[in-house]
């Protein structure tokens, strides 16, 4: 059986409880479930990437008939491979 979780006053009190104890005291994790937080604005990173100009010319020619940047239609095809990546595994 789990323990039960404390009230807490604040974050403060919640952030150095959990720094301290092991959180599968308290929740089963086999019965989570994965959510997305949606409505959030993702922290990002800015990286360089190489790619052949043949490849950046249609990915571009792609994000042109979808009406949408080229850099948001790469950010679309990563977003569904890591998915699905993740999701057959």
Same mark, same amino acid.
């Given at each position: 059986m789990s *323990?039960?979780?404390p009230e807490f006053k604040n974050e403060d009190e919640e952030r150095e409880f959990w720094a301290t104890h092991d959180s599968t005291e308290y929740l089963n994790?086999?019965?989570a479930e994965r959510i997305t937080f949606s409505?959030?604005?993702p922290s990002v *990173? *800015?990286?360089s990437l190489r790619l052949p100009e043949s490849m950046l010319e249609e990915l571009k020619l792609l994000a042109n008939k979808r009406d949408v940047p080229y850099q948001s239609l790469l950010?679309?095809?990563l977003a569904e491979r890591i998915e699905k990546?993740?999701?057959a595994h």
């Open positions: *323990k039960q979780i994790w086999n019965r409505n959030l604005k *990173k *800015k990286i950010k679309i095809f990546e993740l999701g």
